[in-house]
């Protein structure tokens, strides 16, 4: 939804969310159609790579320990529910904002909400 780029990050544990040092990371485009699932299924692969990559290296003792920098998000379920719901008929939505959320509520139980009705739009391939 926020155009930031996507991909998955290992790195060392500390007290905040996904703050710790960065031991590797691997990013991937936006394609302009992947959905949230394809992108979900993509960061797994991505998450268990760089797991088996870099697993010797912590273990020795010599991953490296990289500070991370600004640009990184996540996203709560409260943050996922506020940008699906709109206020109809004061709320209007953009084609693309239609595409966008059709993209990033493919996968799991979101939807968009529409004066308490959940709307879902599926993404098709053909």
Known sequence: MDSTPMG?????????????????????????????????????????????????LVLSGKAPSIPQGPGGTYHRAQDIVAATTYHYPHDTLSADRVLKLARATDFGSYGIDVQGTKLTIRVVRQ
């Not at 905040?16 to 960061?43: H, K, L």
């Not at 797994?44 to 697993?55: I, R, Y």
């Open 8 to 56: 998955a990050t290992l790195h060392w544990m500390d007290d905040g969310f996904d703050t710790g040092p960065i031991i590797a990371q691997e990013r991937f485009d936006d394609d302009g159609v992947m959905t949230s699932r394809e992108v979900y299924e993509r960061q797994c692969v991505l998450c268990v790579k760089l797991f088996k990559d870099n697993l010797p």
